[in-house]
């Protein structure tokens, strides 16, 4: 059984485009992350929520919405894509441990 | 300003040689430090530590916790070909936002 899993694993589009990207998972967990991971390998939190709430709002350009419509799912929607949004998108979640599980990654290319 | 270095950044080695990494960082609620190996896909979970001096150990993995030195080691002995990945550090501050700081990573190659 998947325990955090993400849809689709490569999405390539223009730019200009809008995306999303849907994550779920089967753990229980309350709260969810999504993390960008450049070309350099870093990750970098852009978004979390808990029980549905958003708590961790970093930096990033407010093309980036994410949507949590219940602790299982937390969906990334990307409008007006650029060519520096490419990367792998992970999404995770967690309980109270703060002990990340991952999913497998979407590669975002922009062309 | 918080924050997690690792060191080195990048090291290769011959199959059965013994590598140490290090992880240290400065965080002002620290609550608890992860590592975490990468390989192709998603960071896949290796050790949570919370204490001081308490080594955790998993195959030829352990890992380390020093409060004191605000630092962590993960010691991996009689490296294979299958132990060449990126190997992340992260902690965990004690306030309630539940963020991690990542430091940058370590990436090991092991040669044959």
């Known amino acids: 059984d998947t325990a955090v899993s993400q849809t689709p694993k490569y999405l390539v589009t223009q730019m200009g485009n809008d995306k999303s990207i849907k994550c779920e998972q089967n753990l229980g967990h309350d709260t969810m992350y999504w993390y960008k991971q450049d070309s350099k390998k870093f990750l970098k939190i852009m978004f979390s929520y808990n029980n549905k709430e958003l708590i961790i709002n970093e930096t990033v350009p407010n093309r980036f919405s994410p949507k949590s419509p219940d602790k299982a799912h937390l969906n990334l929607h990307i409008n007006s894509l650029e060519l520096g949004d490419s990367a792998v998108y992970f999404c995770?979640?967690?309980?109270?441990?703060?002990?990340?599980?991952f999913g497998p990654g979407t590669r975002l290319t922009v062309l | 300003e918080d924050k997690v270095v690792q060191s080195p950044l990048s090291l290769v080695v011959h199959e059965g040689d013994t590598v140490t990494l290090n992880c240290s960082y400065e965080?002002?609620?620290?609550?608890?430090l992860l590592w975490y190996k990468q390989e192709k896909k998603a960071p896949t979970f290796l050790f949570m530590l919370?204490?001081s001096g308490i080594e955790k150990k998993s195959g030829r993995l352990s890992s380390i916790l020093d409060k004191k030195e605000l630092s962590s080691i993960l010691n991996i002995t009689a490296t294979q070909t299958g132990d060449s990945a990126i190997y992340l550090c992260?902690?965990?501050?004690?306030?309630?936002?539940?963020?991690?700081?990542w430091g940058l990573g370590t990436s090991l190659g092991v040669n044959p």
């Open positions: 919370t204490s």
């Open positions: 992260a902690v965990g501050d004690a306030g309630n936002n539940r963020k991690l700081i």
């Open positions: 965080v002002t609620n620290f609550r608890s």
């Open positions: 995770a979640s967690s309980q109270m441990t703060r002990l990340l599980f």
